[in-house]
C-alpha cells in the first residue's frame, strides 16, 4: 500500500517537475527507492580515482620515517588511504558508495603498478568492507553523527590492511611488540584520520556548498 | 564531567599508556636506540659467535681492504613471487669476515639485523656467502647513489643464494648489526 502510494506520489512531483523546468533532475527523488544517484557514482568514482592517485604516487611514509624508530610506524599514516570512502559516506548517507569509491581507488592502484599488483584491488574492498562494517555496528548503538562514531568506524576501516599485509609479508619472525605496536597504530590512525579528519573534510565541504544526495 | 566523555578520556588513557610501555619495552628487548634516526647511523657491528666484535664504518666497509661489488645487478623475490632486479654496489661479506678474521671454528650462520628492529627471517649457512662471495654484500649504493632513507648500509642477498626464499626479506635496511651464529 505504502508503495502504491509512494508512486503515485512520485508521479505527480516528477510531472510537476517536467511541467515547469521541461527536465527531470537526474536522480532526484530516488533515495527513497535506494537507488544511486548520478551524484552517488559521480562523488565516489572521482574522489575514489583521487584517492588512488594520492596513495599510489605521494609517499606519505616520509613523513613517519623521519622521526619513529621502529619498523610499521608508517602504520601512524596508514588512515590516509580509506578517508575518502568516509568523505564520500558523509556526502551519499549510502553504504554502498563506499564500495564504489574503495573499488575505483584499487583499480587506479593496480593499474599505476602497485607492487602488490592485483591483490591492492582486494584490500581496498575489504577495507571499504571493513568501514562499512563500522558505520554499521555505530549507528546502532546511537553514536552515527558523532566524532567518536565516526573514529571509530574509521578505526575498523583501517585495521584490517595492516594484519593482512604483515601476515602476506610472512613477518612472523619479528618480535610481538612490533606486531602489537604496528596494529594499535593501524586502529588509532584510522580513528584519527580516516574517521575525524574524513569527518572534517566532509563537513567543510558540505558547508562550502557542496550538494549532498541524502 | 558527563560520564560519557569520562570514558573516552579513560580509553585513550590506557591505549596511550600501553603504547608508550610497548615501545619502551621493544626498545629494550630489541636493544634498539630510539633516536638513531638523528645520529649518523654508517657503523656496523659484526658480533655474536666470534673472536672479538667488529665496528667498521662507511669509509672502512667501502676501502680496498675488502672485495669491492661495483653496480651489480640483483635479482629479488618478494613474499608474493614478484620479481624484479636493482643494481647495487657494496662490499662482499664473506670478504669482510675473512680478511678481519674475526670467525671462530664454530661459526656457522649470519643473521642481519636494523636499526628500526627489522631483521632477516632466519640465520642462513655461512658457507653461502662463502661460495656466493659477489652475492651477499654490505651494500652502501643503488644504481650508483646513497641509499639514502634504506641506508647508509643494507644487506643484499641475491635470489640465486637462497632460492624459493622471498630474498626481499634479506635486504634489511639501515643495516647495523650482523650476527654471527
Known amino acids: ?214 | 564531567m558527563e560520564k560519557r566523555k569520562f570514558y573516552i578520556l579513560v580509553s585513550i588513557v590506557l591505549v596511550g599508556i600501553s603504547i608508550f610501555w610497548l615501545n619502551i619495552y621493544a626498545f629494550i628487548e630489541l636493544e634498539i636506540d630510539p633516536f638513531w634516526k638523528f645520529k649518523n647511523n654508517d657503523t656496523l657491528t659484526i658480533k655474536g659467535n666470534v673472536k672479538t666484535d667488529l665496528v667498521l664504518n662507511l669509509e672502512d666497509i667501502k676501502s680496498d681492504l675488502y672485495h669491492q661489488i661495483e653496480n651489480q645487478e640483483f635479482h629479488f623475490v618478494n613474499a608474493i613471487g614478484r620479481q624484479f632486479d636493482n643494481n647495487y654496489s657494496g662490499a662482499s661479506l664473506w670478504s669482510i669476515l675473512i680478511v678481519e678474521g674475526i670467525l671462530n671454528a664454530d661459526s656457522s650462520t649470519f643473521q642481519f639485523i636494523g636499526a628500526d628492529g627489522f631483521k632477516s627471517p632466519y640465520p642462513i649457512s655461512l658457507s653461502l656467502a662463502e661460495e656466493n662471495l659477489d652475492y651477499v654484500i654490505i651494500a652502501y649504493e643503488c644504481d650508483n647513489s646513497p641509499l639514502f632513507q634504506d641506508g647508509p648500509l643494507m644487506s643484499i642477498v641475491d635470489y640465486s643464494v637462497i632460492p624459493n626464499e622471498a630474498t626481499t626479506h634479506w635486504a634489511v635496511k639501515n643495516l647495523v648489526t650482523i650476527l654471527i651464529g
Open chain 1, 1 to 214: 500500500m505504502k508503495s502504491e502510494e509512494f508512486k503515485k506520489e512520485k508521479e505527480v512531483y516528477v510531472r510537476e517537475i517536467e511541467e515547469v523546468n521541461g527536465y527531470k533532475k537526474t536522480g532526484f527523488k530516488k533515495v527513497r527507492e535506494n537507488k544511486l544517484t548520478t551524484l552517488d557514482l559521480l562523488y565516489s568514482t572521482i574522489i575514489g580515482v583521487m584517492g588512488g592517485f594520492i596513495s599510489s604516487i605521494i609517499p606519505f611514509s616520509l613523513l613517519i620515517k623521519v622521526w619513529y624508530p621502529l619498523t610499521g610506524g608508517t602504520q601512524l599514516v596508514s588512515g590516509h588511504h580509506v578517508m575518502w570512502a568516509v568523505i564520500v559516506y558523509g556526502l551519499t548517507q549510502k553504504k554502498r558508495n563506499i564500495m564504489i569509491t574503495m573499488l575505483s581507488k584499487g583499480l587506479i592502484e593496480f593499474l599505476l603498478g602497485d607492487i602488490w599488483g592485483i591483490v591492492i584491488i582486494f584490500v581496498n574492498i575489504m577495507e571499504g568492507f571493513c568501514l562499512v562494517i563500522g558505520f554499521f555496528l555505530i549507528e546502532r548503538i546511537g553514536e552515527g553523527q558523532t566524532n567518536l562514531g565516526w573514529g571509530i568506524a574509521g578505526g575498523f576501516g583501517n585495521f584490517f590492511q595492516a594484519p593482512f599485509f604483515w601476515m602476506v609479508n610472512q613477518r612472523w619472525h619479528l618480535h610481538w611488540s612490533l606486531w602489537a605496536i604496528a596494529l594499535m597504530f593501524a586502529f588509532i590512525s584510522g580513528i584519527l584520520i580516516t574517521g575525524i579528519l574524513g569527518r572534517t573534510i566532509k563537513n567543510a565541504l558540505i558547508k562550502a556548498g557542496v550538494p549532498t544526495t541524502f
